[in-house]
């Protein structure tokens, strides 16, 4: 199950890299899947696109370290023009 080791490895890597640039950027998430989410999309796309430099278990460093960033400022974005909407809680019906 290889894959499966790579597949860890990268959420693993994106977690890590979003807690630095997230920290770095000061934007706070509630969850972890939120904070891993969007680098883990920019080392999926960065590795699509661009694999050059060193490599480590398969994944360019360089282009984690670009990738991850980048997909961190495009959440950084998404986040300032469309913020979070409060929900109303609604009474349940009898």
């Known amino acids: 199950m290889p894959e499966f080791g790579n597949v860890l490895f990268l959420v693993a ?10 920290s770095i950027l000061g934007q706070r ?10 680098p883990f999309l920019g080392i ?20 984690a370290f670009v990738a991850t ?3 961190c ?7 300032t023009v469309r913020p979070e909407h409060e929900t109303e809680l609604r009474p349940a019906h009898a």
Do not use: C, K, N
């Not at 890597?13 to 997230?22: D, N, R, T």
């Not at 509630?30 to 969007?38: I, N, Q, Y």
């Not at 400022?73 to 986040?79: A, M, S, Y």
């Open 13 to 22: 890597l994106a977690y890590g890299l979003g807690q630095l640039w997230y």
């Open 44 to 63: 999926i796309a960065g590795e699509a696109f661009m694999p050059v430099g060193p490599e480590v278990f398969g994944v360019h460093v360089t282009v």
């Open 29 to 38: 998430h509630d969850g972890w899947m939120r904070l891993a989410s969007f």
């Open 73 to 79: 400022l495009v959440d950084r974005v998404v986040h």
């Open 69 to 71: 960033l980048i997909a």
